[in-house]
């Protein structure tokens, strides 16, 4: 029998990334040196310390990952407790990316992982440049939607609008509903970015106001009703509050009276919950594939020990099992992995003029828009210190506060207002001064 | 202990109550508890199942500490079996957990009737020839039983049951059972009486669809001979004459009614599924049978005579636009339908059970009011013996699945698979398993495969050489992500089986990391 290999507790990841392979990526390295870089300098970025977040750390610590970090807003709730396995009865209340940092960290021994307890929005757009990956583990379209935007911030293309390798953040995304999910590839730049193909996921279909208060027909209407329009009439100003125990009691209470008026069964307490909240079904073990699949994806990014997939698989397990890849392609006009938006200045234009600006601009529609340049903060709208220290460049030339360069990248994080809908965003701007030497007509015929 | 409706709250709204009352029923053995089946018992510990007993005889290694996640730096040394059952328990202390440091290899060759007492066993990372052992063993018992296999990036699932009946299949889309193109009379009666022709726009706009396709095709028939649209022609014709019935565009009951013309036009009768499940011979009942098949003989009956060619109604309608008063009303002579079938289905199955000698009321009437209602949606799982898918492989398809492209690494897989374990039982180690000699196991595991696909009957194919060298690149790690999915999966499966709703697959999945494209291989 052939000589035993040392002890060594990446005994079985060794085989991958210390031996050779023939369908590899391009630039993959076998040997000691990638498995000792991949645990000391690889930094993953975990967002979302749910159901599909819990599964990624636990699988990023035993792919060969030793920096992590998890950014989750949430407390834990019983309600999570059937599938986000790192969680017990007792941590009820806590902070999901706390409890799940240190559940991890004790049980895998050497991994290291920083907790962040916020919102995605609270951290600078530089905090996210400083991971070679993003692990989305989310549940909502709007906060895929921002970290895609982040991460395509960083993106630079060169003269040639030829994408800059170097500049490129990848990101894998997971996604869930009973026994269905989907696990993706981005790279900015290379494949489609979530903004991309935001058709593949339709906003929700809501009820006609007019069918909630005059032709209800089944118990979502009789919900959406107490919910939508008696609550408000009864509590002017409250807000309804879905974590309030109290509000959808009185929710539930109401939408019972109205489907006894109207003779339509099937209003539960259950029922009032899942409509209210729009609770999506969710079970352990499609959580588990689908962020296994993703911290697979991970490893092959960042060590090439494997092709990597090509670029959205899908799952279902409802009639028999049925997995697909699919290649989706990128949109070259794409307002958020694309070069940027093209905005044209004069050179007399105040940073204020400026901002006042994007609300107008189509491509923008954007308010209370912060700017930064090369990560120097220009002007923030927040915290109220940071608002005060860049008030003064308000009334300056952009032109100047851009050091004077004719042709450069900015970014603008604020409120976008699209379809009557308002979300935190960011986009890319390429400003470019009008009348400057060095900038041709040719130039500006590229972008848009 | 947290109140188990709000811990299992987002699964109760997949498989409801009833679901879970199964899941708590069931008992799980665990053959082998590395990560394929750590991850497999995680998920499904966390569901609530009723007991899991974990067999395994080894001990704790460094290496286990790199890709398991239900052992510690403690755990060095100690029974594995009992670490990974510690571990577990502490996620969801309504399970029964237990574990016996056994080999399961033994087990298997020594205790046979082991294993008749659970519900089912999930067998991980065992070699062919136990799974053949155990697999006889199993069936023999009456056992569910499920491989799962992660190797390198691939790996395997496989179900081995005799039969699996699923009344609740809950299919994502299914049509309608609105029987438009067969009313019944209080239908009729029902659609008679409401006025296509009113004049208050309120009202015009809100008559259901339903009624208004069974009106209008009442009129066409007039006008054709008593005969459906059915050419393409007349159909466009007819959604032309829903168009010229719009007061006014904004009518989203005709705009509705133009959409799910396509339901008016449907066959009537039965599906061919469903035509199979009341042609098979299990269909005779006697006094051995299943509840699900003396429910199918009755349902064959209801077919033949009361149902007129059709199943028992299913009772809902999907929301439309329509007044209150309508919809409720049509609810209403949808679910009295619905349960009349019912009724006589029910005295039907009663009957039967007296004729073959057995208690008429041992099936409960929830079960067949669930029977009824989902007629149309019955599933009939069955599958070969692991013995038979090896001994009788059917040449034919593994050629087909072989040259096609987005099979070949699959099926390529599926093979290499077989070969390791041919290899293994020759020079007592997997190929690449130890670092030396690794161009020599290429070379062996090659003509292994070759011999293998010989004995396939698919002595003309070969594999690529790409793939040989990744097998053996593998050398049977066990890689932590690779074993999550794996075992997710199993433990999906495990689910479906348990709480017999939804469909379990059917074949053998055959995982695919490098691409992702994993196939279902239908070769059992």
């Known amino acids: 029998m052939a000589d035993a290999a040392p002890p060594s507790k990446s005994r079985d990841l060794d085989k991958l990334l210390l031996r050779p392979g023939n369908l590899v990526g391009p630039t993959f390295d076998p040997g000691v040196q990638l498995r000792d870089d991949l645990q000391e300098y690889a930094r993953v970025l975990v967002v979302g310390a749910g159901g599909l977040g819990c599964e990624l750390l636990k699988d990023l610590a035993l792919s060969g990952f030793k920096n992590l970090e998890v950014i989750d807003m949430d407390r834990i709730e019983v309600t999570n407790l059937n599938r986000q396995f790192l969680f017990r009865l007792e941590d009820v209340g806590k902070p999901k990316a706390e409890v799940a940092a240190k559940r991890v960290m004790e049980r895998v021994s050497g991994v290291n992982i920083v907790p962040h307890f916020c919102r995605i929005e609270d951290k600078d757009i530089e905090f996210y440049n400083d991971f070679n990956i993003i692990a989305l583990g989310l549940d909502s379209i709007e906060a895929r939607s921002y970290i895609n935007a982040v991460a395509c911030s960083f993106l630079e293309y060169d003269s040639d609008d030829n994408p800059r390798e170097e500049t490129m953040k990848p990101m894998v995304d997971g996604g869930t509903e009973g026994f269905k999910g989907h696990a993706r590839v981005i790279v900015p730049g290379v494949t489609p970015c979530f903004e991309c193909t935001i058709w593949l996921f339709p906003p929700q279909v809501k009820f006609p106001l007019c069918t909630l208060a005059e032709t209800p027909r089944n118990a979502a209407h009789c919900i959406e009703y107490a919910h939508l329009i008696k609550w ?6 409250q807000a309804f509050d879905p974590d309030n125990p109290d509000h959808m009691k009185w929710v539930y209470d109401e939408a019972v009276k109205r489907a006894e008026l109207f003779g339509i069964p099937g209003v539960t307490y259950s029922l009032t919950q899942g409509v209210v909240k729009n609770i999506i079904p969710a079970i352990a073990s499609t959580n588990a594939i689908i962020s296994a699949a993703c911290t697979l994806e991970t490893l092959k990014i960042a060590s090439g020990c494997s092709k990597t997939l090509s670029n959205y698989l899908t799952y279902n397990g409802v009639e028999g099992l049925h997995t697909k890849v699919t290649e989706f392609v990128k949109d070259k006009d794409c307002l958020v992995c694309g070069p940027g938006v093209l905005i044209e200045l004069d050179t007399a234009v105040t940073l204020k003029k400026f901002i006042d600006m994007l609300e107008e601009d189509p491509k923008v529609l954007m308010t209370k828009a912060s700017i930064t340049y090369h990560g120097k903060n220009l002007y923030m709208q927040a915290p109220p210190v940071l608002e005060e220290m860049t008030r003064s460049n308000l009334e300056l030339p952009l032109y100047d506060l851009m050091d004077k360069t004719p042709k450069d990248v900015l970014h603008a994080t604020g409120t976008i207002n699209k379809d009557d809908k308002k979300s935190s965003g960011l986009r890319k701007l390429r400003v470019v001064f009008k009348g400057i030497d060095g900038v041709t007509d040719m130039d500006m015929a590229g972008g848009a | 202990m947290a109140e188990p409706k709000t811990k299992y709250d987002r699964q109760l709204r997949i498989w409801g109550e009833q679901g879970q009352a199964a899941l708590e029923k069931a008992s799980i053995c665990l053959l082998n508890c590395g990560p394929t089946g750590s991850e497999t018992l995680k998920n499904l510990v966390l569901g609530g199942v009723g007991s899991i007993t974990i067999v395994d005889g080894s001990k704790v290694e460094f290496g286990d500490l790199g890709n398991n996640f239900m052992v510690d730096d403690s755990s060095l040394g100690q029974s ?9 328990q502490e996620l969801n202390d309504a399970v029964k957990a237990k574990f016996i440091e056994e080999y399961p290899e033994a087990l298997i060759d020594t205790n046979p009737s082991f294993f008749s007492q659970f519900t089912l066993v999930v067998a991980t990372q065992l070699v062919e020839e136990s799974m053949v052992k155990l697999d006889r063993i199993c069936r023999q018992e009456n056992v569910m039983l499920i491989f799962a296999r992660s190797y390198g990036l691939t790996g395997l699932v496989r179900i081995s049951v005799k039969e699996h009946t699923v009344i609740e299949s809950k299919p994502d889309h299914f049509l309608d059972d609105l029987r438009l ?8 009666g029902f659609a008679e009486a409401i006025d296509l022709n009113v004049q208050d726009p309120v009202a015009h706009k809100h008559i259901p669809y339903v009624v208004i396709l069974v009106k209008m095709a009442d009129e066409w028939k007039t006008s054709h001979g008593g005969t459906l649209p059915s050419t393409r022609e007349q159909k466009r014709e007819f959604k032309e004459l829903l168009k010229a019935r719009m007061a006014a565009m904004d009518e989203d009951n005709y705009k509705e009614a133009i959409d799910a013309s396509f339901k008016l036009f449907a066959p009537q009768g039965i599906s061919s599924d469903l035509q199979q499940i009341i042609n098979d011979s299990c269909a005779e009942v006697g006094s051995s049978s299943s509840d699900f098949w003396v429910m199918v003989a009755a349902l064959k009956e209801f077919i033949a005579n009361e ?12 929301d439309m636009t329509s007044s209150t008063e309508h919809y409720v009303n049509l609810q209403k002579i949808y679910q009295a339908k619905s349960e009349a079938d019912y009724l006589v289905l029910e005295e039907r199955v009663r009957n039967i059970l007296k004729k073959i000698g057995r208690d008429p009321h041992s099936i409960p009437k929830a079960t067949i009011k669930s029977f009824s209602k989902n007629a149309r949606k019955l599933k009939v ?9 090896y001994n009788n492989p059917s040449p034919a398809e593994l050629q087909k699945y072989l040259t096609d492209e987005d099979y070949s690494i699959a099926v390529g897989f599926y093979i290499l698979l077989r070969a390791v374990d041919r290899y293994a039982a020759n020079f007592n180690h997997f190929p690449g398993q130890f670092d030396g000699g690794l161009d020599e196991d290429i070379s062996r595991l090659k003509t292994t495969a070759v011999s293998l696909l010989n004995d396939l009957g698919c002595s003309g194919l ?23 999915i794996i075992g997710g999966i199993a433990s999906q499966e495990v689910i479906k089986l348990i709480t017999k709703q939804f469909v379990p697959m059917t074949g053998t999945f055959a995982f695919n990391a490098i691409d992702h494209k994993s196939q279902l291989l239908n070769l059992c």
């Open chain 2, 307 to 318: 149902g007129g060619g059709e199943v028992p109604l299913e009772g809902s309608i999907p």
């Open chain 2, 181 to 188: 193109n067969n009313p019944w009379p209080e239908l009729r």
């Open chain 2, 80 to 88: 594995k079996a009992k670490c990974v059952c510690s571990f577990l």
């Open chain 1, 232 to 237: 408000d009439e009864v509590h002017s100003g």
């Open chain 2, 381 to 389: 799982c069955r599958y070969r013996s692991i013995e038979d898918e």
């Open chain 2, 462 to 484: 070969t594999l690529t050489e790409d793939l040989i060298n990744e097998m053996c690149r593998f050398g049977a790690a066990e890689l932590h992500a690779v074993a999550a």
